[in-house]
């Protein structure tokens, strides 16, 4: 990336660039069914982790990962509601 130089679906794959790379023919109906996937999250918990990812982006690694660890807490405990801050 630093270099400048392009780079092709695979090899972006092999760096974590992309999680997942699909043949262009399934481009449409993979992306529907992760469409289809975010929208079924529960929205509170969708909050509650675009909270986390921002503050966490502002933090030192280890301060980012302590949020990122407590929230993930607060959701599997079934604590995290629309008024509550990770």
């Known amino acids: 990336m630093l270099s400048g130089r392009n ?11 992309v999680c997942e790379v699909v043949p262009t023919d399934d481009l449409d109906s993979r992306t529907a ?3 289809g996937q975010l929208a079924r ?3 509170p918990v969708a909050r509650a982790l675009r909270r986390c990812l921002r503050a966490a ?6 301060d980012g990962l ?9 959701v599997a405990a ?3 509601g ?5």
């Open 41 to 43: 999250i529960d929205q």
């Open 57 to 62: 982006n502002d933090l030192p690694l280890g």
């Open 78 to 80: 079934g604590s995290i």
């Open 33 to 35: 069914e992760l469409a």
């Open 7 to 17: 780079i092709d679906a695979a090899e972006a794959h092999r760096f974590g660039i």
């Open 82 to 86: 629309d008024t509550q801050t990770p």
């Open 66 to 74: 302590f949020v990122e660890r407590r929230s993930a807490r607060l």
